[in-house]
């Protein structure tokens, strides 16, 4: 079984920082990405930045140059550093993770329970 748990979120006012973790644990073989979603209230997951297991990532516009997405692979673990935060930041972030557990040959997808983050104007 995998689990993937994330903390790191809360209230911050606009222009400030807040640093997300996230960790894998379980039967897990390899990983293959791990990044990081968001879901605005009223509106569709989307994602933020991901980064895949030779350390190559990919962010969406609106973050870019504000937030950056690094991974530790002895650790399971994926970060998100966010700087310059924006009202528009506001969501609920969730960690996803597409790996290979141990014992097979195919790779899932896999979800973090969620981490509120609020940006205050």
């Known amino acids: 079984q995998v689990q993937l748990v994330e903390s790191g979120g809360g209230l911050v006012e606009a222009g400030g920082s807040l640093r997300l973790s996230c960790a894998a644990s379980g039967n897990i073989a390899i990983i293959r990405t791990m990044g990081w979603y968001r879901q605005p209230p009223g509106k569709q997951r989307e994602l933020v930045a991901r980064?895949?297991?030779?350390?190559?990532?990919n962010y969406a516009d609106s973050v870019k140059g504000r937030f950056t997405i690094s991974r530790d692979n002895a650790k399971q673990s994926v970060y998100l550093q966010m700087n310059s935060l924006k009202p528009e930041d506001t969501a609920v972030y969730y960690c996803?993770?597409?790996?290979?557990?141990?014992?097979?040959?195919?790779?899932?997808?896999?979800w973090g329970q969620g981490t509120q983050v609020t940006v205050s104007s």
């Open positions: 980064t895949t297991i030779d350390g190559s990532t």
């Open positions: 996803n993770a597409d790996l290979v557990t141990l014992f097979t040959t195919t790779h899932n997808d896999y």
